[in-house]
T-cell receptor, first 113, second 108 residues
Framework: ETGVTQSPTHLIKTRGQQVTLRCSSQ?????VSWYQQALGQGPQFIFQ???????GRGNFPPRFSGLQFPNYSSELNVNALELDDSALYLC????????????FGPGTRLLVL | EDQVTQSPEALRLQEGESSSLNCSYT??????LFWYRQDPGKGPEFLFT???AGEEKEKERLKATLTKKESFLHITAPKPEDSATYLC?????????FGEGTQLTVNP
């Protein structure tokens, strides 16, 4: 059984640009969640997708958007990047929706200059 | 709104010196409490899931316990390789709410 993978590992962008981060969930996991982790803080929930539909959203503006595909892959898109968007972006997958263990990928480190 | 507070923020131990990390939480209907280990620049690594008060789980030198208001991660005879940030998270639905973590350093 393969784990959760993310690409790219590191990314540098300039303010105002757009970025797409990718995640491949564990096979059989229908739920993918995305988190933002600033340095020295705990991860913050961005949103979750269950079977390709959004299943909850945290306190993030609409310029953060996502997609989930039938092949267990997903994307996080961020438009109009701001300096404060610099963080480690984590995706996590789980078999179902409620109360199940979420397994995290290695993360994508985004730096916005 | 779910809330998690972890203490201490940082803990420095000598190899073999046992201790405990605390996770206090408020949640409307706990569906799960999770402990993760995170090494610098990497994603959180799953350790334990606890679902109800009184539950305990063990893995090597780690033991997690749960009450109605808090959870403890007990570390017995730690080794330098146990150095990491330990994160606690709760869920009342689908999203995880994390604490800020406890940064553990174990000196040889």
């Amino acid at each position: 059984e393969t784990g959760v993978t993310q690409s790219p590992t590191h990314l540098i962008k300039t303010r105002g640009q757009q970025v797409t981060l990718r995640c491949s969930s564990q096979s059989g996991h229908n739920t993918v969640s995305w988190y933002q982790q600033a340095l020295g803080q705990g991860p913050q929930f961005i949103f979750q997708y269950y079977r390709e539909e959004e299943n909850g959203r945290g306190n993030f503006p609409p310029r953060f958007s996502g997609l989930q595909f039938p092949n267990y892959s997903s994307e996080l898109n961020v438009n109009a990047l701001e300096l404060d968007d610099s963080a480690l972006y984590l995706c996590a997958s789980s078999p179902g929706r409620l109360g199940e263990t979420q397994y995290f990928g290695p993360g994508t480190r985004l730096l916005v200059l | 709104e779910d809330q998690v507070t972890q203490s201490p923020e940082a803990l420095r131990l000598q190899e073999g010196e046992s201790s405990s990390l605390n996770c206090s939480y408020t949640v409307s209907g706990l569906r799960g409490l999770f402990w993760y280990r995170q090494d610098p620049g990497k994603g959180p690594e799953f350790l334990f899931t606890l679902y109800s008060a009184g539950e305990e789980k063990e893995k090597e030198r780690l033991k997690a316990t749960l009450t109605k208001k808090e959870s403890f991660l007990h570390i017995t005879a730690p080794k330098p390789e146990d150095s990491a940030t330990y994160l606690c998270a709760v869920t009342s639905g689908s999203r995880l709410t994390f604490g800020e973590g406890t940064q553990l350093t174990v000196n040889p």
